[in-house]
Each structure stands twice: as C-alpha cells, then as structure tokens.
C-alpha cells in the first residue's frame, strides 16, 4: 500500500524562521536515518515523544482505564456477594449500557458548542467522586445492589458525556498524519486496560477489600484529570472564528447544534457513514463471544478456564495489533484497509467455527482480535481527519454508541442463532455474511473503498 508522506511540525513562527536560510528557503539538514525494520513494525511513537499535552493525556487515559476497569470488576463480585446470582450481576452490565446509548449521542453534541478541555474536566471530576461513593458504600458495609446499580448507571451517564470530548481531542492536539498513530496508541491503552484492570482488582478485593480497588481508581482519576489541566482550552473552531467578524458570525456560533444536526450530516457523508456501517457488519454479523460458554465445552471438552483463554484471545490479538501497528500509518488507502480488515475479522470468526483444536481456535480468534484494531485505527482516523471540527464530538458520540450497542444486538443474533441451528452454524455462517456484507458495501461504495488520506473527503 501507499505510503502516507510525513511532515516537519513548526509549531511556531520561530521554528518556521529557523528552519530557512537567508533567502526563506529551507536549510537541507541531514538525510533521515533508516529505521531497522522491526522500529518499522512496532507501535510509532512519535506522537508520544513530540506532543506533550498529548503524551499527559494518553498517559492519563491509560491509568484512569485501568483504574476504571478495575472498579468494574470490584462492582461485579461486590454484586455477586451481596446475592450469589449471576443475573443481578449481568444487570450491572445493563444499567451502564443503557445510559452510555442514550448520553452517547447527547454527550458528543455537547462537546461541540462547549470547551472540551473544561467538559472533559468537569466530567473527569465527577467519575473521581462516584469511585469515592463506592469506596464510601463499602466502608460502610452497605449491601444494597439498588445504590450499586444507581452509581453504576451515573457512571455510565459521565463517561457518555467524557469519552466524545477526549477523542474530539486529539486532532486538536497532533497533525493529521500522526492521527493513526494516535490511535493505534489508544488501542494499545485500552488492550492493557481490558487485560490488567481485571486481574488487578480481582488481585486487591481478595487481599483488601472492594474499598481497596475503588479507592486505587480515585487515585488513577488524578492522572486524567492533571492531563486536562494541563491542556489549553479547546474551543470549536467556529466559536474562535467568529471571534472579531461581527454579530452575525457570534450568533452564527451561539447556535446550539443538535443531535439530529449531527445525523443528517453523517447520512449526507458517504464516507463516514461506510465507517459505522461497515463495522456494525462485523460487530452484529460475526460476534462470537456469547458463544464461548457452549464451544468451550461441546467443542473442546474445556471448563470455565477454557472459556477465559477463548474470551482472552481476541484481546490478545488486539494488543499484539496495536503494539505491531508501526505500519498503519504508512497506509493512505484507509477505507479499503477497513474493507479488507472488516474481511479478515469475518473469515477468522467463520474459521474458529470449524476448528475443534483449542490452540487453533484460539489462534483465529486471535486474527480477529487484531483485524479489529486496524478496522478501529483507521475507521476512528477517518472521522478524524475528514470531519470538521464543530462535528467531531457528535460523530464521537455516535462511535461510542455503534462500538457499544453493535456486539450487544450481535450478542443476541448470535445466541438466537445458535440456538436454532447449532453453535458451528451460527458462527460459520455469522463469519460469511460478515464477508459478503463487507463486499455488498465495497460493491456500492466505491468512494469508500477510493479514500486517500492524503485527500480525506467525508
């Protein structure tokens, strides 16, 4: 594939004066060293190593993720003590995902006609308070899964509104050729986040109490909130444009956007559009995790440890993806690589459905894994780049309810199916209706399948 071309960041008229001669044109410095291959292929970190505000809030991002994963899991076993039934704790799962579909959308028309960084601050706070309130609740020793259930769905509601204004962030804070990158990093937080902050308060609620992880995530939260301090104010753009051009531009910009201002905008983009139906091809169409308790066991003669290797795989696979990601942004060729990796994750699903050899099953669930974190790294860089910057955070919000609603409704296909035909019906034949959807929509959008980064069109 193409190579994206890298550019000199000046990010100042000092810089732009340094690097001319005496005439304007630029000093020819050393040629580039060449990287070995294997810095070729590992994670690119420049975006870490040149931006600060940047490296503070991914930094900060990684630590409350952990902490908040941390927290999720106290939530469920201090749920599970209370009543011994795993159906109140699968309700834990449902108070947070019905505020995070119907904030989500909220949350990200907010975030384009406020300042993000102050948003991001305030709801930051209010996650730090609500840890606190389940630190407080079991120093107390209260045993009420309604006042769980009630911090949980409050949680849900700030993270809803927080998560839109992070990620409309980031094209703020880096040049566009540096967004994958940025987000292969994001990725990679997040697989350390999904593997140790489980493990982790599994490891603190055995030796000291559920208070001890709740309170290790109060803690965590100060490393995000440090980052937002940190950063400068994050204005739309249209509000700072309309600084200086008279009445009507400032009204122009007091107009409050809304919601369905931000649906019609996608509906009317192509582009961006392909994003979130290509991935709720894969996400609805071929999701096998709910199908992990009965292959476990039909198919590989395993226990409840069996299911934890199945459902670990794809995490695995993820990670290894983000930390193997130094390629991605050499990619120009964006939405064809989404086709092709949306392909990959279906294939591998269909595949898994035919093996009955443990280590191969868990090696294809593996691929998936990471053909799923090239789909993320590129689909997320595409809204990035090609959207404007007072649409961002609403095609954030709808990003956060696609990733979070697609795997629940293909969940439920997946089990219904399953349950009709067989295990191996359902996942082979999820896995080729993935691959012939992700056909049909390269088939009828070809502009998708045309994006050039170098030219992003939305």
Same mark, same amino acid.
């Given at each position: 594939m193409a190579r994206l071309l890298r550019f000199p960041v000046l990010n100042s008229e000092k810089d732009r004066r340094d690097s001319s001669g005496p005439t304007g044109s630029p000093i020819p410095g050393p040629p580039p060293a060449r990287g070995s291959r294997l810095s070729r292929v590992l994670a690119d970190i420049s975006p870490l190593r040149e931006h600060p505000d940047f490296r503070r809030l991914w930094f900060g991002n990684t630590v409350s993720y952990i902490g908040q994963q941390m927290?999720?899991?106290?939530?469920?076993?201090?749920?599970?003590?209370?009543?011994?039934?795993?159906?109140?704790? $699968?309700?834990?799962?449902?108070?947070?995902?019905?505020?995070?579909?119907?904030f989500g959308l909220y949350g990200g028309a907010v975030a384009d006609v406020v300042d993000r960084r102050r948003l991001g601050l305030i709801?930051?706070?209010?996650?730090?308070?609500?840890?606190?309130?389940?630190?407080?609740?079991?120093?107390?020793?209260?045993?009420?899964?309604?006042?769980?259930?009630?911090?949980?769905?409050?949680?849900?509601?700030?993270? *809803?509104?927080?998560?839109?204004?992070?990620s409309s962030m980031i094209p703020r804070l880096l040049p566009p050729e540096q967004l994958p990158a940025a987000n292969a990093l994001a990725s990679l937080a997040g697989g350390v986040g999904q593997m140790a902050g489980p493990m982790l308060g599994g490891v603190f609620v055995g030796f000291w109490g559920y208070q001890a992880a709740y309170l290790i995530d109060v803690l965590a939260f100060t490393a995000s909130l440090y980052a937002m301090w940190r950063l400068p104010a994050m204005l739309p753009e249209s509000k700072l444009a309309a600084a200086g051009k008279g009445a009507a531009a400032v009204?122009?910009?007091?107009?409050?956007?809304?919601?369905?201002?931000?649906?019609?905008?996608?509906? *009317?983009?192509?582009?961006?559009?392909?994003?979130?139906?290509?991935?709720?091809?894969?996400?609805? !169409?071929?999701?096998?995790?709910? !199908?992990?308790?009965?292959?476990?066991?039909?198919?590989?003669? $395993?226990?409840?440890?069996?299911?934890?290797?199945?459902? *670990?795989?794809?995490?695995?696979?993820?990670?290894?993806?983000?930390?193997?990601?130094?390629?991605?942004g050499r990619v120009n060729r964006q939405g064809l690589a989404v086709l092709i990796a949306i392909a990959s994750w279906g294939g591998a699903v269909a595949v898994f459905g035919l093996t009955r050899d443990l280590w191969l099953g868990l090696l294809f669930l593996g691929v998936a894994g990471c053909a799923d974190t090239v789909s993320m790294v590129f689909r997320n860089t595409m809204l990035q780049s090609a959207a404007p910057d007072d649409m961002r955070g609403r095609l954030q919000g709808v990003f956060l309810v696609v990733v979070v609603g697609g795997p629940r409704?293909?969940?439920?296909?997946? $089990?219904?199916?399953?349950?009709?035909?067989?295990?191996? *019906?359902?996942?082979? $034949?999820?896995?080729?209706?993935?691959?012939?959807?992700?056909t049909l929509i390269g088939t009828f959008q070809r502009g998708f399948a045309r994006y050039d980064a170098r030219d992003p069109v939305a």
């Open positions: 927290t999720a899991m106290a939530v469920a076993l201090q749920v599970y003590a209370i009543t011994g039934s795993s159906f109140y704790v $699968g309700l834990v799962g449902l108070f947070s995902l019905v505020p995070l579909i119907a709801t930051s706070a209010a996650l730090t308070l609500l840890s606190l309130a389940l630190a407080l609740v079991a120093i107390a020793g209260l045993r009420s899964v309604a006042v769980l259930y009630g911090i949980v769905a409050l949680q849900a509601v700030f993270f *809803a509104m927080n998560s839109p204004a992070r009204e122009a910009a007091r107009r409050r956007p809304s919601v369905m201002e931000g649906l019609r905008y996608l509906g *009317a983009r192509p582009n961006l559009r392909t994003t979130f139906v290509s991935d709720l091809a894969a996400m609805v !169409l071929a999701q096998p995790r709910v !199908l992990f308790p009965a292959v476990a066991g039909l198919w590989f003669g $395993g226990d409840t440890r069996t299911v934890g290797l199945l459902a *670990a795989a794809p995490a695995v696979g993820a990670l290894l993806g983000s930390v193997f990601s130094g390629w991605l409704l293909g969940d439920f296909l997946a $089990g219904s199916a399953a349950d009709i035909f067989t295990p191996t *019906a359902a996942l082979v $034949g999820g896995g080729l209706a993935c691959i012939l959807a992700i």
